[in-house]
Each structure stands twice: as C-alpha cells, then as structure tokens.
C-alpha cells in the first residue's frame, strides 16, 4: 500500500505545482479536481502492475510460480507488457475517484482551518 500512497502525494503536488505555475489554473475547487483526478490516473499507472502480479501470485495453485518475480517474468513472456495492466480501468475509476475525494476534502478543510486561524488572531 505505500506504493499507491506514495504515488498520490508526490504526483498530487506535482501535478498542482504544476497547473498554478504555468497560470492554467487557480487554486480552487477545479485545480484540486484535475490535481486529484490526474494523481488517480498516474497511480494506477504505477500500482497495477504490482496489483496484476500479486493477484495472480496469490491466486495461483501451490506451486505454480516459484516467486512473484517469477509470476511477473512468465507473464511478460507469456501474454506480453499489457498483461500487467489487465483491470486498468475499474482499478482507475476507483483511484480516480478516491483521489477526487480525499484531495478535494483536504484542500477545502485546510482553506476552512487558514480562515479560521486568521478570524482567531483579528481583534474583535
């Protein structure tokens, strides 16, 4: 799981750094949508051949691969490099969307939690 994790932070920020400097967009709501909804895509990107391979690994018959290395080497020999992107669309669908959702919550919880902090520290 850090894989995937890792992959949605570091591409959120980089994906959002990237459309604010470049003036494409705004930091609002439709900047943290496209930030997320792209961090979703290149997750899965990243995570599913790892997710293919250790599903077959562990659904395999005793014994029928040696290792996972093993699973990942004969698939490619086997079925070639799309192999290991087999279910690419539900698996994006449900990244894309868990990232749309955590992404954007997070981003209007911290605007919500500035404002509240600055309303704290003005004379009243």
Known sequence: DALPICTELV????????????????????????????AGFCTTVIASP????????????????????????????KEGPLAFYKGFMPSFLRLGSWNVVMFVTYEQLKRA????????????
Do not use: E
Not at 13 to 30: A, E
Not at 113 to 124: F, I, K, L, Y
């Open 11 to 38: 591409t959120y920020d980089l994906i959002k750094d990237m459309l604010l400097k470049s003036n494409l967009m705004t930091d609002t709501l439709p900047c943290h949508f496209t930030s997320a909804f792209g």
């Open 50 to 77: 790892v997710d293919v391979v250790k599903t077959r690994y562990m659904n395999s018959a005793p014994g029928h691969y040696g290792s996972a290395i093993n699973c990942a080497l004969t698939m490619f020999r």
């Open 113 to 124: 939690m500035m404002q509240a902090h600055v309303s704290w520290g003005s004379p009243h």
